[in-house]
């Protein structure tokens, strides 16, 4: 068994060694939180023997929680079970599967995603004889979550004599709503919604089931906190009141996700929110603060760029990221008054690196709308330039596309015409439906204008 506290820094060993109460960890952006993360869920099962059957690790994404699993096990080996690191959905999806009967509702329910959503939106419109087109589709899954947000929905749900014919409305949202809601009753089937205010709802109905959970979770652990709803705090702050074991993990400077109703003020008011009086348990709780502000991935020069722009923002939690490299260059900025002058400023700058000796390779381009890189890509066109692999969504028909140039060794989703040529064969004899090798026209500074289309 590794040292696990070995390589880490004061904070982080800090973090790790802060087993015990309410913990608050504002970690930011690249000051090793994850690895802050999953060394204390190891330090727990290693050093206090604690089984990870009652340590729970809330992520934000499936991928997170992959990756957490796969660092745990190479401390611990393969030997123990780590499904409870999860998702809250997961979590709640696990819960449900064992105690969901008490609702009516076999443990083999389906969970819905979001095709499964429009299957069922599209019977409805096809009943009241509606077109459904991709906005109103978007529409309705909102309106679906307004009213999902009251739970009230649950009692009547989960209630065998219920009469669904009571369900009416003249207006029409409304009606498509009860009628959606009608339909996954009939299949069994809950959505993303569903997972938590069921969930939510059990342990509210069903107190011997809370206290049964509560007593299994000596230990709940949360990443992304800044991320989280007032409605999850909720969830996770009764699941902790037997143990009283709670660390959450985040930075009020990097919540983005304000739009799907995350509240950045748990995390930075976390004391207070531990003691709302929404909670039936007031206990007077108080909360110990890590802060990690090493930042192991920026060069100081960004660092101070950050430093300075976050340091306007009005509701956060004071702290400013030190940096554990040295050197780089002076950030330059430039206020474009349109888009083609900020296009025509970075593709004379990236020419001119190649000029001076460096690889188109050494610049990536970062944009922040997802429609801009159609732009750029024209403007690196007419300069002849190799136009850069860009990842997101196609505009044409929202599925993922990735737009490249061919004699960048990466793979098209779609066919490639090069305008030198006219054909789907660029300068450098490669066809540009296949991934291929850097070939001479890459060693040119003009490269290969290919588009995709």
């Not at 074991?245 to 400077?253: K, R, T």
């Not at 007077?284 to 020069?301: F, H, K, M, T």
């Not at 044409?396 to 990735?402: C, H, L, P």
């Amino acid at each position: 068994m590794p040292d696990l506290l070995a390589n880490l820094n004061p904070s982080q060993v800090q973090a790790v060694t802060a087993t015990e109460g309410y913990v608050r960890v504002i970690a930011g952006a690249g000051t090793g939180k994850t690895r802050a993360l999953t060394h204390r869920y190891a330090y727990l099962v290693n050093e206090y023997g604690i089984s990870p059957s009652n340590i729970l690790c809330i992520t934000f994404t499936n991928k997170a929680a992959n990756e957490m699993k796969k660092r745990i096990k190479s401390m611990l080996g393969d030997c123990f079970d780590t499904s409870f690191v999860a998702t809250l959905h997961a979590f709640c999806t696990r819960v449900l599967r064992e105690e969901i009967s008490k609702l009516f509702y076999p443990e083999n329910f389906i969970v819905l995603d979001n095709v499964d959503q429009k299957k069922i939106l599209e019977e409805v419109y096809d009943e009241m004889g509606i077109k459904m087109d991709t906005a109103s589709f978007k529409f309705m899954i909102d309106q679906i979550r307004y009213y999902k947000n009251l739970i009230t929905y649950v009692s009547y749900l989960s209630d065998p004599d219920f009469d669904y014919d009571t369900l009416t409305s003249e207006k029409p949202s409304d009606e498509i709503i009860f009628r959606y809601i009608k339909k996954q009753r009939k299949y069994f089937g809950l959505d993303f919604f569903d997972l938590i205010n069921f969930t939510i709802y059990l342990f509210r109905t069903f107190p011997e089931v809370l206290e049964k959970w509560q007593a299994r979770l000596c230990y709940i652990m949360v990443d992304e906190f800044q991320d989280i709803t007032a409605k999850e705090f909720k969830l996770i702050r009764r699941l902790s009141e037997t143990n009283r074991n709670l660390f959450v993990v985040g930075d009020p400077d990097q919540n983005i996700y304000e739009w799907r109703g995350a509240n950045m003020d748990v995390i930075v008011n976390f004391e207070s929110w531990l003691n709302n009086p929404c909670f039936e348990n007031q206990y007077g709780l108080a909360a110990s603060d890590v802060i990690l502000a090493e930042n192991y991935r920026s060069l100081p020069p960004i660092l101070d760029a950050a430093n300075s722009l976050i340091a306007k923002n009005m509701n956060r939690v004071e702290k400013a990221l030190v940096p554990h490299r040295s050197g780089g260059e002076k950030v330059t900025y430039l206020h474009a008054k349109n888009d083609k002058e900020e296009i025509t400023y970075i593709t004379e700058q990236i020419k001119a690196h190649v000029i001076g000796g460096g690889k188109y390779s050494d610049l990536p381009c970062c944009t922040g709308q997802i429609l801009s890189p159609v732009l750029w890509n024209r403007a690196f066109w007419k300069r002849t330039s190799p136009i850069p692999s860009t990842a997101g969504w196609d505009s044409t028909n929202g599925r993922k596309s990735r737009m490249c140039c061919p004699t960048c060794a990466l793979r098209t989703t779609r066919r490639t015409i090069c305008p030198s040529s006219g054909s789907s064969t660029c300068p450098g004899g490669k066809s540009a439906r296949s991934s291929c090798r850097p070939s001479p026209c890459m060693r040119r500074i003009t490269g290969c204008p290919c588009t995709t289309v």
